[in-house]
């Protein structure tokens, strides 16, 4: 007896049928995820505003394959050149498998380069500054080094959502970075910054290296 294919409904083994769901969660958008999820009392929920928890990294981004706290490393890093480029000079970030100097960039001027040492976080300014917490081997080597040393941070908000907000006409990132020289800083758990990171900060340490090599300041 013939069969009409077109009328026989297609039995789909179960094994397929979860493979092809878990297949096409993966690739829906993440937002329509979230916005299609029920909530606590079982109705549909709402779209996240910023006044919401931080979301857990692998609710947020489906398959990122950065930690939070490498996303910070690379923010912070990412931010120094901004600004670095912002007021024309060269940035060269140190190798991650040879950061064995305390040392995470030089920032090159025609005359020679400066080193910085960046952190990334969240820690919020206590009476006009932020403490770092650093290492005595950090500062040991940051004191046997000839060029001038600075340690940059850059604070951005705990959840990762905010750090950039394209628009229309600009995209917004919400962070902040301050220095301090670390030259000659004491060994201690932390190290205080206070001043704003800014492309007018820059020649500000080209004039230091200048102070060191030449006996006086930049023109």
């Known amino acids: 007896m013939a069969v009409d294919v077109l009328k026989t409904p297609m039995v789909v083994p179960e094994a397929v049928r979860v493979a092809r769901e878990s297949s096409m969660a993966a690739v829906t958008p993440l937002w329509d995820r979230v916005a299609t999820s029920t909530d606590d009392r079982g109705g549909r929920s709402r779209m996240p ?7 857990s990294e692998e609710a947020w981004v489906a398959g990122a394959n950065l ?3 490498a996303r910070k490393a690379r923010y912070g890093v990412a931010y120094l050149r901004a600004i670095a480029s912002q007021a024309g000079w060269s940035l ?5 498998d040879e950061d064995t100097e305390a040392v995470d960039a030089t920032l090159g001027f025609v ?5 910085v040492q960046v952190k990334c976080g969240t820690r919020e300014l206590r009476n006009g500054h932020v ?3 650093v290492t005595d ?3 040991r080597k940051w004191s046997n ?5 600075y340690l940059v941070y850059v604070r951005v908000p705990s959840d990762p959502r905010s750090w950039c907000t394209p628009g229309d ?9 301050y220095w301090a020289p670390v030259n000659n800083v004491a060994l201690g758990p932390s190290v205080e910054v206070s001043t704003r990171l800014t492309a007018e900060t820059l020649p500000q340490w080209r004039s230091d290296f200048l102070g060191r090599f030449q006996g006086g300041s930049a023109a």
Do not use: C, Y
Not at 49 to 55: G, Q, R
Not at 111 to 115: F, K
Not at 169 to 177: D, N, P, V, W
């Open 131 to 133: 403490r770092v917490p």
């Open 67 to 69: 930690h939070l706290n």
């Open 169 to 177: 006409r600009f995209t917004s990132h919400a962070a902040l970075g």
């Open 137 to 139: 081997e950090w500062v």
């Open 49 to 55: 505003s910023s006044s919401d928890p931080a979301p």
């Open 111 to 115: 005359e020679g380069s400066v080193l």
């Open 145 to 149: 080094k000839l060029l001038p040393a």
């Open 92 to 96: 060269q970030e140190t190798s991650p």
